[in-house]
């Protein structure tokens, strides 16, 4: 993956902030007038659980308050609200299936009842100021996802919509700027459907610059493509956290903020050594490197997007995963490389279990080195199938026909895992 050896090499810019982080802070003359600066900021944002619904919003809007360094928000698509429940993203979706197949009326009152419903649900119990503005809103969203779905368009725009009218929306109750992702001049894909990267870090650098200093909202997940008939395309699923990283990329290589922190808020304590439905024991992880995380969301752990990792990495902006269900546990802390936070000791070989699918447990060791020994014991101590060191530079093992509970207990009795937290 190409994503790795960006993160092997030392990050791309020099700047004043990036001496500081690697602990070389006077190096240079023109460093040290940086070094009184106290101008930090922190880029949240909040997954689906977090913004499920008026409850969950109300504690989304008192953690941006409590501290005014959470500057830009980056706002991912109501999710479920109890287990049963729909998340507006599949809502539309089928929005988007319903308005192709069965044309007006059926496909309208479907989006009235169900995507239309929650944001009101939401505007109403929370005292939106504007909600014949959330009216035109969702009136302008329905007629479009119907125009698109019977032009042939891609289902793109309609999935885009639960993040835009969930990000105006929390504009609106906070008093914030908000910034669309589709003008053109933030997120932006290629007409081939590629992401751009260059030109996204430049206008996202731009933006955020432009606006002086002021807090704004941000939709995740979706951006601009001049070549689509909506002109917007999205992430793959999961992808605001993707537009979180950029956005923490965005302000750390601006003028304005000389220390990002990237804070993802979902509703779990952080990275996990494995997922605790599984395994009871697991536990969550305190320090991991990009390089770590990358693996472990790579192998299939669902907490963070493999394709937000690199945009912070490169900026050097420390991810903290955070949950909006427990807001005083610190979470994991994602830092780079280097960091003597995540330098590992020698029995310290692997970072955790993922279970990609039912039959299948992938182990992520902290270094190709320690594989070998690993599947050995893995081997040797449960009834598996088959266990396969992954060939090239992933430091994974596939474990097939035997549980994760099993896997997890020969690691865990041999203290092979990385220090882990409460
Ligand atoms: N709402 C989108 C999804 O459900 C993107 C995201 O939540 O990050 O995949």
Redesign the pocket.
């Known amino acids: 993956r190409g994503w790795l050896s960006l993160l092997s090499v030392a990050p791309q810019h020099h700047s004043p902030k990036m001496q500081r982080l690697s602990g070389r802070l006077f190096s240079r003359g023109f460093a040290t007038h940086r070094a009184y600066s106290t101008s930090a900021a922190r880029v949240t944002k909040f ?2 659980t977090s913004v499920a619904g008026s409850s969950q919003i109300q504690e989304v809007m008192r953690l941006l308050r409590a501290d005014e360094t959470r500057k830009f928000t980056v706002v ?2 109501p ?1 479920k609200r109890h287990d049963d429940d729909i ?1 507006v ?2 809502l539309l979706y089928k929005c988007h299936e319903l308005a192709a197949s069965s044309g007006g009326s059926e496909y309208e009152a479907f989006f009235d009842d169900n995507v239309g419903a929650r944001y009101r649900e939401i505007a109403s119990t929370l005292g939106a100021s504007s909600s014949a503005e959330l009216d035109t809103d969702l009136e302008a969203a329905k007629g479009k996802i119907h125009d698109m779905a019977t032009r042939g368009d891609s289902p793109d725009f309609a ?1 885009s919509r ?2 835009a009218l969930c990000g105006r929306l929390v504009a609106d109750l906070l008093g914030w700027e908000f910034v669309d992702p589709a003008s053109g001049s933030f997120i932006q894909f290629r007409a081939d459907g590629t992401f751009d990267s260059e030109r996204t870090a430049d206008a996202v650098r731009g933006v955020l610059g432009d606006l002086g200093g002021k807090s704004a909202v941000i939709p ?2 979706y951006g601009s493509n001049p070549a689509t008939p909506s002109g917007v395309q999205t992430f793959s ?5 993707v537009t979180g990283s950029i956005v923490a990329a965005g302000a750390m290589t601006g003028p304005t903020y000389d220390s990002v922190i990237y804070e993802n808020w979902t509703d779990v304590n952080g990275v996990f050594s494995a997922d605790p439905r599984k395994v009871s024991t697991a536990r969550s992880l305190a320090f991991l490197s990009y390089t770590e995380v990358l693996h472990m969301a790579s192998a299939g752990a669902n907490v963070l ?1 493999p394709d937000a990792v690199a945009p912070s990495a490169q900026a050097a902006v420390p991810i903290n995963i955070r949950n909006t269900k427990n807001t005083t546990h610190p979470g994991t802390l994602i830092v780079h490389d280097d960091d003597p936070r995540a330098q590992r000791g020698a029995s310290e070989q692997v970072v955790g279990l993922t279970t990609p699918d039912s039959d299948k447990v992938v182990v992520v060791c902290t270094a190709k080195d320690h594989t070998a020994a690993v599947a050995e014991l893995i081997s040797a101590k449960t009834s598996a199938g088959s266990v396969i060191v992954a060939a090239g530079a992933a430091p994974t093992i596939e474990v097939n026909g035997a549980s994760a509970a099993a896997v997890y207990g020969v690691i865990e009795a041999e203290g092979l895992f990385v220090r882990q937290q409460d």
């Open positions: 997954g689906g991912s698509a999710g998340k993203t599949d999935a639960g993040e995740g997940f699923r999961g992808g605001s956290d997007h």
